[in-house]
């Protein structure tokens, strides 16, 4: 069964650094998604993606955060200057968006900002 | 946005109990799931159900969508059934992105 992959599953890095956090999502999705969960909390919807462009964003999307596909398969997450507060699981999600929409998720990239 | 709310927060089980997870929405849906968060992290999905009745294994989840609100029920539950289980809606007419709920935190006992 076709299934979201994303690496790394854990990724440490120090505060101001760079991270792209990496996503496949099923090959005939048309819809993509980026999600957060802090620690004992809610999961919580950041960007959507679709057509090769941004089709909605939270408030929680700033300028530090970018999203690309940059080759028909993957689809990344970017964060330029990362924080303290960006310690977080996020997940990959996507959606054929055809007469379902169910979600498929990834497994998440586990991402410790210290 | 839409509000969902999740009950109980926490739910301690013995081994071999039935229990009953409720998700209240606040508007209309196109799409409701239901996950399964294990020690792990990920998140297990377990059923597309924005209405109607499904079953799986041990789990089914029914929902009511004209009265917004869904069910999840576990039957002889096992210490693997432990984790938090969540509810996320896709409101009717909105962009597809999923909101979630608190979630459930559910501990099974030996």
Known sequence: EPEVTQTPSHQVTQMGQEVILRCVPISNHLYFYWYRQILGQKVEFLVSFYNNEISEKSEIFDDQFSVERPDGSNFTLKIRSTKLEDSAMYFCASTPRTLTYEQYFGPGTRLTVT | ?110
């Open chain 2, 1 to 110: 946005g839409i509000q969902v709310e999740q009950s109980p927060p926490d739910l301690i089980l013995q081994e071999g109990a039935n229990s009953t997870l409720r998700c209240n929405f606040s508007d209309s849906v196109n799409n409701l799931q239901w996950f399964h968060q294990n020690p792990w992290g990920q998140l297990i999905n377990l059923f597309y159900i924005p209405s109607g009745t499904k079953q799986n294994g041990r789990l089914s989840a029914t929902t009511v969508a004209t009265e917004r609100y869904s069910l999840l029920y576990i039957s002889s539950s096992q210490t693997t059934d432990s984790g938090v289980y969540f509810c996320a809606v896709v409101r009717l007419w909105n962009d597809y992105k999923l909101s979630f709920g608190a979630g459930t935190t559910v501990t099974v006992r030996a």
